[in-house]
């Protein structure tokens, strides 16, 4: 079992920045940062594997970075020129199986937080 827990989110005006936090109870072969906006489906954001190999939906790329703080157990997600289009709800998941290929894809992760809200105001 892996618990989540994300904090960080907020308003924020467009071309602001936020940074997103993930604890985690330990880490998994898989992490990434998904989101969701009212009336649309969940989307990956950005996923990194244990190897450090990384992936970035292509609507973030430039703007968004995932790392991870071995240390503490967090996994971060630095979000800088915000858009109103990234207001969603955005949820830390993690999982042991899914394969880099599949990590920007929602449906194959086990493990999810609870979310955190970002709202951005143009």
């Known amino acids: 079992q892996v618990q989540l827990v994300e904090s960080g989110g907020g308003s924020v005006q467009a071309g602001g920045s936020l940074r997103l936090s993930c604890t985690v109870s330990?880490?998994?072969?898989?992490m990434g940062w998904f989101r969701q906006a009212p009336g649309k489906e969940r989307e990956g954001v950005a996923g990194?594997?244990?190897?450090?190999?990384?992936r970035y939906a292509d609507s973030v790329k430039g703007r968004f970075t995932i790392s991870k703080e071995n240390a503490k157990r967090i996994l971060w997600l630095q979000m800088n020129s915000l858009k109103p289009e990234d207001t969603a709800t955005y949820y830390c998941?993690?999982?042991?199986?899914?394969?880099?290929?599949?990590?920007?894809?929602?449906?194959?992760?086990?493990?999810w937080g609870q979310g955190t809200q970002v709202t951005v105001s143009s």
């Open positions: 998941a993690a999982d042991e199986r899914v394969g880099y290929s599949s990590l920007l894809l929602p449906r194959n992760w086990y493990f």
């Open positions: 990194i594997k244990d190897d450090g190999s990384i």
């Open positions: 330990r880490y998994t072969k898989y």
